[in-house]
């Protein structure tokens, strides 16, 4: 069974510019949650994602959002970027939503903001 | 609002030894899990042991197991017999409406 894949695996943006990555989840999960991991913070809940609808939202500002697709792959967006969006982006899946479940993860995206 | 707390940003053991990591936690919830969740050195991230709050019995996974106390709400993690490969970054998360990741501990096995 193929796990968590996300792509890009490393991405370069500069300031003011806009990224989507993408998150295709485990097959048969319908739950997909994104994390921003940063030094020193930990994992950020940013937003999940269940049967294409948006279960819940961390606190972000809204150049963050995201999206699920009937297939339950998942996309997120970061408009306008800042320095301080540099950070490694996690997709977790999981069969289902409630928080009660084990999490999925890949391997993660690595976007650095210059 | 549900916080969890890991004081400990960087430890290390010698192989074969035993080290015990902490996380602390805050929840109003009266029923919640908690997790270990373990990320290799460029590597994703992979549950490591779980823990059902309502369950009194400490998880156990091999050589990982849990010291959970819930009046204290504390629950750490103590690794027997350590590997080189339990090198990792180790974080502790709770849920509530969404999972709550702490900062982080990075453990070096030290051979």
């Known amino acids: 069974k193929a796990g968590v894949t996300q792509t890009p695996r490393y991405l370069i943006k500069t300031r003011g510019q806009q990224v989507t990555l993408s998150c295709s989840p485990i097959s048969g999960h319908r739950s997909v949650s994104w994390y921003q991991q940063t030094p020193g913070q930990g994992l950020q809940f940013l937003f999940e994602y269940f049967s294409e609808t948006q279960r819940n939202k961390g606190n972000f500002p809204g150049r963050f959002s995201g999206r699920q697709f009937s297939n339950s792959r998942s996309e997120m967006n970061v408009s306008t970027l800042e320095l301080g969006d540099s950070a490694l982006y996690l997709c977790a899946s999981s069969y289902t939503t409630g928080n009660t479940g084990e999490l999925f993860f890949g391997e993660g995206s690595r976007l650095t903001v210059l | 609002a549900q916080t969890v707390t890991q004081s400990q940003p960087e430890m290390s053991v010698q192989e074969a030894e035993t080290v015990t990591l902490s996380c602390t936690y805050d929840t109003s919830e009266s029923n919640y899990y908690l997790f270990w969740y373990k990320q290799p050195p460029s590597r994703q991230m992979i549950l490591v042991i779980r823990?059902?709050?309502?369950?009194?019995q400490n998880a156990t996974e091999n050589r990982f197991s849990v010291n959970f106390q819930k009046a204290a709400k504390s629950f750490s993690l103590k690794i027997s017999d350590s590997q080189l490969g339990d090198t990792a970054m180790y974080f502790c998360a709770l849920t509530g409406n969404q999972f709550y990741f702490g900062t982080g501990t990075s453990l070096t096995v030290i051979p």
């Open positions: 823990q059902e709050a309502y369950k009194q």
